[in-house]
């Protein structure tokens, strides 16, 4: 793939159809990049409550400029509660996987993004490509694909919500709560239902329960100072922060992880948009 900046094109289409109606992804095509092309599939943040996928196009032009194709993706979340939102993203990536034919994008070289709590579902995709409940709604037509992934980039995400959960109701309940706490807890409350959801859908918990899952190479981009992302489980008995708590389970468990850090206050640029970039060149193409 080359450094030249492509033109591009942008389409939606509904990907999947529920009682309450159809999820959406936007589809951002490079022009005249060498047909298939790679695909990455980005997913926004909002504490699993809230935002879309327009949330994530500055990124998104950024990657479709240097050649990939990008799924911008709508998922259920807020109140439809987990797995809801593992279920569409799950099969989001079997949709695209199928009709890459006719779409002109390479199956077989497909990577997911995503920030804060998309950082989160990002990754518990990657990790569990075949889970029964997250694959409930069949492939298109039949079509023989599975949602695993070559590759993951997260940017600062929620990878544990029950340390975050914990972590925002200590500093909730303090004497003076710091501003980052706001309404973390009730989203948690809200998509989570219960600490035992919160555990369950647990990146760093299912590695360190040994859960047999899928470890794709991972770059996580983490801002500083970040409180809300960058923070140590007051639970937890490691050593370090999140980012090298899940850093050091991940290897452990045979995957290779790259924490990158980055200026907090440009992380919504090229500060993180080019590593994410850069990353995808080196495991997609």
Known sequence: MSHRTFDYTVGDFNYIEHADGPQRLRLFMPVGATSPVPLVVDLHGGAWCNQDLKDCEDRDLTLVRAGFAVAALNF???????????????????????????????????????????????????????????????????AKVDASVRAVVMQWPVINPLSRYRNALLHQKSANPPAWVGDIPSRHD?????????????????????????????????????????????????????????????????????????????????????PTTAFFKRHLT
């Open 76 to 142: 259920r979340h807020g109140g439809s509660g987990y797995p809801t939102s593992l279920v569409d993203i799950n099969y989001a990536i079997r949709w695209l996987k199928a009709h890459a034919g006719k779409l002109g994008l390479r199956a077989d070289a497909v990577g997911l993004s995503g920030q804060s709590s998309g950082g989160h579902l990002a990754m518990l995709s990657a990790m569990r490509p075949a889970d029964p409940r997250y694959t409930a709604v069949a492939s298109p037509d039949g």
């Open 190 to 274: 809200l998509y989570w239902k219960t600490e035992a959801a919160m555990e369950e859908g647990n990146p760093v918990m299912l590695l360190e329960r040994g859960e047999t899952v899928s470890l794709p190479p991972a770059l996580w981009i983490q801002g500083r100072p970040d409180p809300v992302h960058d923070y140590r489980d007051p639970a937890g008995t490691f050593d370090g922060n999140e980012p090298e708590r899940f850093a050091h389970d991940y290897r452990a468990a045979g995957g290779s992880l790259e924490v990158l850090y980055i200026d907090n206050a440009v992380r919504a640029g090229a500060a993180s948009h080019d």
